[in-house]
């Protein structure tokens, strides 16, 4: 009865210690995918963006001139 007492402890760590590592595995397994999937803006999304701060640029030029 001893030996079991001594044996389980350490056991019962041990097998906690195993699944916390599998589980964090499992979900480091999906990091990269998901950056893959958020990747870089579409060129159609990037062009609107862009053409939106070419129009306030251009707005607040006319406006500078403006008397």
Known sequence: MDNLKFWARPAII?????A???F????LTTVVPSLRSAGPPSP?????????VR???????QAAVAP
Do not use: P, V, Y
Request: glycine share 4%; proline share 0%.
């Open 24 to 27: 964090t595995l499992a979900e």
């Open 14 to 18: 041990a097998g906690l210690w195993i």
């Open 55 to 61: 129009a306030r640029a251009q707005s607040s030029s």
């Open 20 to 22: 916390a590592t599998s």
């Open 44 to 52: 159609q999304l990037r062009d609107a963006k862009q053409h939106k």
